[in-house]
């Protein structure tokens, strides 16, 4: 337990000491903010129209901002999670750091806990930059806070999912670029096979899009909390570790 | 205090270490002698359970580095051939991160990492960072992160491969300062530090073992016999090399006489003669007992270097096997 601490530690002070930190949370921002600002004016001429028309209901600014805004959220996520995950393996390979790790008294799975913890933390730090912006909404309307906490529960756990996978592929290789881009082109897969059932109705499509991240992140952005959906995400992320503990393991062996 | 028994390791393709066993005692310094890509590396790696090995068994204080891993890099302190070091991370960070990752009780750590800079000779860098600092700092923060734990054993790859001759020098007391409470095995191909610092030494060759033996030993064993650089002028005009030689020949306890050099009036022979045998003052009687000059009287040193390299060459030359990885 508390080596998984000091790994996690180290890996949040190598995300800070190097520009990637503050790229991810500047990325982040501006997309986020660009994303915000579209969905707010939207919303607010919608809303000045139904006046003008007479149409006195007031408008849900959950289901007309909050619930857009998580959608692209996600799908942000989808692209900056390579840039956390891709160093995390293939640095400590190319520069022989990989050699301390694995002749040090701790369990490989304890550094692989550490690790993705430490991604996790990276990537919740970027997402609270997004909270400012719903600060602002608090401070303007009154949205209902608890889908926004499920949405966000969603979005945590579709980036560990993610995160999970893209330890995994940063273990495969020395090279980071390779591990990046490997890691987006999986999470890419991962977001457009639901759109097998477009044009597969059958079982094997249902299968396929099961698979699919986003399918399980609909219901979250609409505020609701589906075990379903909460076990796939616990189940990915177990899996993504396992993988990775196997691929460490496999590297002591292969060498 | 570490146990190799008929240990092997392959490769895909490549045997880098066929089938050696060897034992070393608590306390000594151990040398790993042997040509780039012997297998030097790979036995230490299997030592500090960073590779298991293909067949045979290691073990470190009595535990198996296949079966209680976690026991055996508890008692290890290692240090790569590249130091592994965070080039983002300030001095005192690192080893406080390694500190922690070796098991050092919180309330020690500082302490620990205080002394350890001291013995490395890093007090002075400890809040640079680790990518800004020179070559020989960052052997000494490598140095440093290995003992940091105070480990039992101590494996050091190559500790002073790119250091300057005043860090070097340097580096070996620190090595032989750590003997007695640690038991350290090192490896190199640069043999005066064999020499210089080490109790035994394990000479290694194409994966297989050479030799193993005390420095002392392995010097005597390999050549029972002892040398002489002797060096002759004649009085006056040129030299007959050949009734030198055999005028050196004659000498009692003499055993070989080899021409080196000739020159119109000078000569310089090595003399072999049988061990045991001081032959010096004979010699120098004999050559000026004939009339010719006695310039230089030297032994010549039988270094490791011959031994290493009548061992190691008595095999032709081929492409090592393994490598480093």
């Known amino acids: 337990m508390k080596n998984i601490f000091i790994i996690c530690r180290k890996e949040m002070k190598s995300y800070f000491a190097s520009p990637i930190a503050y790229l991810l949370m500047a990325l982040f921002a501006v997309i986020f903010g660009f994303f915000f600002y579209s969905a707010t004016a939207i919303f607010v001429m919608r809303g000045m129209e139904s006046q003008m028309m007479g149409r006195g209901f007031p408008m849900d600014v959950n289901e007309w901002v909050i619930r857009p805004l998580l959608m692209n959220a996600s799908v942000v996520g989808l692209f900056l999670i390579p840039l956390i995950t891709m160093r995390l393996y293939a640095e400590e390979k190319r520069s022989g750091t990989i050699e301390l790790l694995l002749t040090s008294p701790v369990r490989d799975i304890e550094v692989i806990v550490g690790k993705w913890l430490a991604a996790l933390l990276m990537y919740l730090c970027m997402l609270g930059i997004s909270a400012l912006n719903i600060a602002v909404l608090f401070a303007y309307g009154k949205p209902d806070w608890k889908p926004i906490l499920i949405g966000y529960l969603g979005l945590i756990l579709q980036g560990g999912c993610l995160l999970a996978i893209g330890t995994f592929i940063s273990t495969m290789t020395r090279n980071q670029i390779i591990a990046g881009g490997a890691t987006f082109a999986v999470c890419l897969l991962l977001w457009v096979l639901d759109w097998v059932t477009a044009y597969d109705p059958s079982t094997f499509g249902r299968v396929v899009a099961y698979l699919s991240v986003v399918t399980h992140f609909e219901p979250f952005s609409k505020g609701v909390l589906d075990t379903k959906d909460l076990v796939f995400y616990l189940s990915m992320i177990f899996f993504g570790l396992f993988l990775t503990a196997r691929s460490m393991e496999s590297l002591r062996w292969r060498a | ?325």
Not at chain 2, 118 to 128: G, L, N, P, W
Not at chain 2, 290 to 306: D, F, I, K, Q, T
Request: aromatic share 4%; glycine share 8%; hydrophobic share 40%.
């Open chain 2, 1 to 325: 205090m570490i146990k190799v028994e008929g240990m092997t390791k392959r490769y895909a393709r490549t045997v880098a270490v066929d089938n050696i066993s060897f034992e070393v005692e608590k306390g000594r310094i151990v040398g790993f002698l042997g040509p780039n890509g012997a297998g030097k590396t790979t036995t230490m790696r299997v030592l500090t359970c960073f590779l298991p090995p293909s067949a045979g068994t290691a073990k470190v204080a009595g535990f198996d580095v296949l079966e209680q891993p976690l026991e055996v890099k508890k008692r290890i302190g290692y240090l790569p051939e590249t130091p592994p070091l965070y080039p983002e991370m300030e001095v005192v960070e690192y080893l406080t991160f390694v500190g922690g990752l070796k098991g050092i009780p919180r309330a020690d750590l500082k302490r620990r990492v205080g002394e350890v800079c001291e013995r490395c000779a890093i007090t002075d860098v400890t809040t640079r960072l680790i990518g800004k600092l020179s070559k020989g700092y960052r052997q000494r923060v490598g140095l440093a992160q290995a003992i940091i734990h105070n480990p039992d054993v101590l494996i050091l790859d190559e500790p002073t491969a790119g250091l300057d001759p005043k860090q070097i020098i340097e580096t070996r007391e620190l090595i032989k300062s750590l003997a007695g409470n640690h038991t350290i095995i090192l490896s190199t191909h640069i043999l005066p530090e064999v020499e210089h610092t080490c109790q035994e030494v394990i000479i290694i060759n194409r994966g297989k073992l050479a030799a193993i033996d005390s420095v002392e030993n392995l010097t005597a064993r390999l050549r029972g016999s002892e040398a002489v650089a002797v060096e002759v002028e004649a009085a006056a005009g040129k030299l007959n090399g050949g009734e030198v030689q055999q005028k050196l020949e004659q000498v009692a306890g003499v055993s070989r006489v080899i021409c080196k050099e000739s020159r119109d009036s000078r000569c310089l022979f090595e003399v072999e003669s049988l061990q045991g045998r001081h032959v010096r003052a004979d010699l120098a009687r004999a050559v000026v007992g004939a009339g010719w000059n006695l310039l230089e009287l030297r032994p010549v040193a039988l270094s490791l270097e011959n031994i290493f390299l009548e061992l190691t060459a008595a095999e032709q030359p081929a492409p090592a096997p393994g490598g480093k990885q």
